[in-house]
């Protein structure tokens, strides 16, 4: 059997990030992974310290031994908490490299942040900069808006008619084993007020429709069956609509506490597409965001 692969959390010590890091502690507690704790102390930060007190200033060595000291508390109570073993990584620099650096390093299955920070992890997971970070990154990527007091119960998966959506799935049931699944899939017709301007009639668009959706269903089901669930344990939601809404309307209906959205890299466009949908979740919805890779755990 395949040992699990290391867990990553990164922090800047913010409440958010502190709900991360103890996310992460229990996922690798229920799976037998690795954890690590990372802080990176931002370049610019030091930087401009040193632009006003100059290089080598007593502060500065203060303002890297206060980091060590919190990330070293930090890492002492999960280990109280969880019973596990915590390594602990320090950095300074550029963050989003330094993080993918040693996530690649490690060899990582997973890397956690929290959804918003007092500094770097703000922009982190808001706007550009949480694109970029989930673009290049090559393992899955847990955003984590809730405190971590229980297992994941209930997990949205939003499914596409993409190859990926099995490793989302296999993600999901490998993070949440015990949650039930909500399978949800959003379709449209395409270019359907064109086509009503161009005078197709309402049946056929209504045909259209109908098709749309039979399409949907049957490959959340088949999707399913492939993957070896069983028709208890999850909940198939075909909704026609734009996936970004959907996902929230259905994370809220469902009292969904994790969405899994899927990135499978084959295009720019495809990875603009991600990042709105990601973007939309994050700032609407309240759950924890997972968006998953191609690569399996």
Same mark, same amino acid.
């Given at each position: 059997m395949?040992?699990?692969?290391? +867990?990553?959390a990164?922090?800047?010590?913010?409440?958010?990030?502190r709900?991360a890091?103890?996310? *992460? *502690?229990? =996922?690798?507690q229920?799976?037998?992974?690795p954890?690590?704790?990372m802080h990176?102390?931002p370049?610019? *930060?030091? =930087?401009e310290?040193?632009?006003?007190?100059?290089a080598?200033?007593?502060?500065?060595? #203060?303002?890297?031994? &206060? %980091?060590?000291?919190q990330?070293a508390?930090?890492?002492d109570?999960?280990?109280a908490r969880?019973?596990i073993?915590?390594?602990?990584v320090?950095a300074?620099?550029? /963050?989003?490299?330094?993080? &993918?650096?040693?996530a690649?390093q490690?060899?990582?299955?997973l890397l956690?942040?929290g959804?918003?920070g007092?500094?770097?992890?703000?922009?982190l997971?808001l $706007?550009?900069?949480?694109?970029?970070?989930?673009r290049?990154s090559?393992?899955?990527?847990?955003v984590?808006? #809730?405190s971590?007091h229980?297992?994941y119960?209930?997990v949205?998966?939003?499914? &596409?008619l993409?190859?990926g959506?099995?490793?989302? =799935?296999?993600l999901?049931?490998?993070? %949440?084993?015990q *949650?039930r699944?909500? @399978?949800l899939?959003a379709?449209? +017709?395409?270019?359907?007020? !064109?086509?009503?301007f161009?005078?197709?009639?309402?049946a056929?668009?209504e045909?259209?429709r109908r098709?749309?959706r039979?399409?949907?269903?049957?490959? +959340?089901?088949?999707?399913a069956a492939?993957?070896?669930?069983?028709?208890?344990?999850y &909940?198939?939601v075909? /909704?026609e609509?734009e996936?970004?809404?959907?996902i929230?309307e259905?994370?809220?209906?469902?009292?969904?506490?994790?969405v899994?959205? $899927? !990135?499978?890299?084959r295009?720019a /466009?495809e990875d603009?597409?991600?990042?709105s949908?990601?973007?939309h /979740? @994050?700032a609407?919805?309240?759950?924890?965001?997972?968006? %998953?890779t191609?690569?399996a755990l």
């Open positions: 395949n040992e699990p692969a290391p +867990v990553l990164a922090t800047d010590f913010s409440p958010l990030s709900h890091a103890d996310r *992460a *502690a229990r =996922l690798a229920e799976t037998g992974a954890l690590s704790l990176v102390t370049a610019r *930060a030091l =930087l310290l040193r632009q006003w007190l100059g080598g200033h007593a502060l500065e060595q #203060q303002l890297l031994a &206060d %980091a060590r000291a990330l508390a930090m890492a109570a999960l280990v969880h019973g073993d915590v390594r602990t320090e300074a620099g550029a /963050v989003l490299e330094a993080i &993918d650096d040693e690649r490690l060899g990582a299955g956690v942040v959804a918003r007092a500094g770097f992890l703000r922009r997971v $706007g550009t900069t949480s694109e970029r970070l989930v290049r090559g393992c899955p990527v847990l984590v808006r #809730q971590a229980e297992p119960r209930h949205l998966v939003g499914v &596409d993409s190859p959506a099995a490793q989302m =799935l296999a999901a049931r490998h993070v %949440a084993p *949650a699944l909500v @399978l899939s379709y449209q +017709v395409p270019f359907q007020d !064109k086509l009503r161009a005078g197709v009639d309402a056929t668009v045909h259209y098709q749309a039979v399409r949907a269903t049957q490959h +959340v089901h088949a999707l492939r993957e070896g669930l069983a028709a208890a344990a &909940d198939a075909i /909704v609509g996936a970004s809404q959907r929230v259905q994370e809220q209906e469902f009292d969904c506490d994790l899994v959205l $899927g !990135k499978h890299g295009s /466009v603009l597409l991600l990042g949908v990601t973007q /979740v @994050l609407e919805g309240s759950a924890d965001v997972l968006v %998953a191609a690569r």
